[in-house]
């Protein structure tokens, strides 16, 4: 077969891992590489033997460019990142994935809908031991995890922090969480699980930075587990990370690469031939690039199997979400409690719909309030549905918010009804909201005009300039506003267009209370397509009750496809799904 051709964006220390790793690979090479230093890329390309640039975008080009790596200092993932994935590349990012959540998102969402594949690098869970604790945990072996414990006692000189202006930088490198501490932290949500609760404290004791050099949490996992994390660039000389795992019947700790207590019942500890060196805990470069080699076969298998690789963009982001979280935690002083995340998308479960509409409203209307400090007038696309009250009601209440600068749209709109019938969707809104807050402008769908003249008129208004957000809901079959898995189209080239409603889109409405038989139940309509409405900054999706449970199901465990539209959300780079315990389930 053909060797996969790697690209490399930044020539420092760390992408010395990434050129050791790709030369051990018989169906790799390195044929391009990149840096503003061209004393320094020149003198990389010379000794790799492939083309070099100062200009980064000229590899991205380069046809002779398959993958790219990108190790450039961290708070430029994302934007370079963002390029690699719009030329085609698949993209390999040096952990962290990005600096915060939405920007890693935003990565996972332009991967999925570009059709390439995003990993990043956290070559420790690929280590011998690690790979033999993940096998046990599975297994139950230890039985109900109880508690992890994380510590990272490195140390780094000023000089270390002194050899680049963003070394140190809360914008561009992060501190002890989230450069250093960030490996660690991936292989306690890998072998721990999802993070419900956090309680985070930073300090910066010994280094002149503007980060910090001490990072500590509490975190409680949803399976009821709890874990501590402390991670230091201060601590002298410094000490191998540690990781300790302690379940009901067993405990296994773990030092740098090496298993120091493996009490498991039934399964005796693991040997291996342990020749990778374990390193970093004082100088960065000190570091085998082994573990670098495993995780690139992982990836380049997952390109040619279409499978995920083993550590996905959506991986990457839960560490970052982590980590985001202590320091807001830290900032707040207070205990976090974390949304889910499924691939790109944001869940919060509430105990009821009352706590989630209002939950939901305070959200929706602190962007409202966040993009009128930034700009003169926004763009907003409403649902109009029962599922929607608790949050319209939230928003009725918000004296602060000031509609004279909003345009109103809404999603949807019945063919065939009286106009005034209660059943039409701008009727729905007119009395719900727009008539008590009365926002500057308000577009109406007219379904009484011929269909395809307001398909065009509303296409045109809603294409006048960017939405910045939309309020929706999920139906029952996972249609998102009409699109109903018979006419759902992610790739839709229309804006607006006439759908004909499945049955089970019209039962739903008789479900609701909305009309009193099936017969009554339009069976057309005029509907904003997916494309529309995932083309907004941001969205916040309300979906209470029991008869949604199915369809919140399918959102998160299914797989992304038209056959429930709902599921494209998970590919959102900015959405929230609001869900009560009855439509989440458990």
């Not at 409403?382 to 608790?390: G, K, L």
């Not at 995932?534 to 299914?558: E, I, Y």
Request: aromatic share 8%; proline share 4%.
């Amino acid at each position: 077969m053909s060797k996969w051709k790697f690209g490399i964006i930044g020539c420092g220390s760390v992408a010395d891992f990434h050129f050791e790793a790709i030369r051990e690979i018989d169906d790799a090479a390195l044929s391009y590489v990149s840096s503003r230093n061209e004393a320094k890329v020149k003198a990389v390309a010379e000794r790799e033997g492939c083309a070099w640039t100062t200009d980064y975008r000229e590899l991205i080009g380069s046809p002779d460019v398959d993958i790219v790596c990108v190790t450039t200092s961290s708070g430029s993932h994302a934007a370079i990142g963002m390029e690699v994935i719009a030329a085609g590349k698949h993209l390999v990012v040096e952990k962290p994935l990005a600096m915060n959540v939405k920007e890693a998102a935003g990565l996972i969402a332009a991967a999925y809908n570009r059709g390439v594949t995003l990993s990043v690098i956290s070559q420790r869970r690929f280590e011998v031991q690690h790979q033999a604790v993940k096998r046990v945990l599975d297994d139950g072996a230890i039985g109900r995890l109880l508690l992890v414990e994380v510590s990272l006692p490195f140390y780094r000189t000023q000089d270390y922090y002194d050899t680049a202006d963003w070394r140190g930088t809360i914008a561009e490198d992060g501190g002890a969480l989230m450069n250093q501490g960030i490996h660690s932290i991936d292989l306690m949500l890998w072998m721990g699980g999802e993070v419900r609760t956090v309680f985070g404290k930073t300090a910066t004791q010994t280094h002149h930075i503007e980060a910090e050099d001490l990072g500590l949490a509490i975190v409680q996992f949803h399976n009821g587990a709890y874990g501590t994390i402390m991670a230091s660039t201060s601590i002298q000389p410094g000490f191998p990370a540690c990781i300790n795992l302690y379940g009901e019947k067993g405990t296994i700790k773990l030092e740098g690469n090496s298993i120091v207590h493996w009490s498991v019942p039934g399964v005796a500890e693991p040997k291996w031939n342990q020749q990778a060196r374990y390193g970093g805990v004082n100088d960065p470069r000190s570091i085998a690039a082994d573990f670098h080699q495993s995780q690139f076969l992982d990836i380049i298998s997952s390109i040619e199997t279409g499978a995920k690789p083993l550590v996905s963009g959506e991986e990457g982001m839960r560490a970052v979400q982590l980590v985001e979280s202590i320091y807001e935690s830290a900032a707040k002083n207070t205990q976090l409690t974390l949304p889910r995340l499924v691939d790109a998308l944001k869940v919060n479960v509430y105990d009821n719909r009352q706590e989630m509409g209002a939950a939901a409203g305070a959200d929706v209307a602190s962007a409202i309030k966040r993009l009128l400090q930034e700009k003169e007038s926004i763009r907003m696309i409403f649902a109009a549905a029962p599922s929607q009250n608790e949050l319209l009601a939230s928003l009725r209440s918000d004296k602060e918010i000031d509609w004279s600068r909003i345009t109103a749209f809404h999603m949807d709109e019945y063919n065939g009804l009286p106009q005034d019938a209660p059943q039409r969707f701008s009727n729905f809104l007119r009395s719900g909201l727009f008539d008590q807050v009365k926002p500057g402008t308000v577009h109406l769908i007219d379904s009484s005009n011929d269909s395809d003249a307001e398909c065009k008129r509303y296409s045109e208004l809603l294409n006048e300039a960017p939405i910045d957000i939309v309020c929706l809901g999920i139906g029952e079959n996972g249609h998102l506003a009409f699109n109903d898995p018979p006419v759902a189209d992610f790739r839709d080239p229309q804006a607006v267009k006439v759908v004909e409603l499945d049955e089970a889109c019209r039962q739903q409405q008789v479900n609701d209370g909305c009309f009193s038989a099936f017969v009554d139940v339009p069976t057309h309509a005029i509907t904003l397509t997916i494309p529309t409405l995932l083309g907004a900054s941001q969205l916040f999706c309300v979906v209470p009750g029991p008869t949604k449970r199915q369809a919140v199901q399918r959102t998160l465990n299914g797989p992304v496809s038209t056959e429930c539209p709902s599921t494209i959300l998970r590919q959102h780079s900015n959405c929230t799904l609001y869900v009560d315990r009855d439509s989440y389930g458990g």
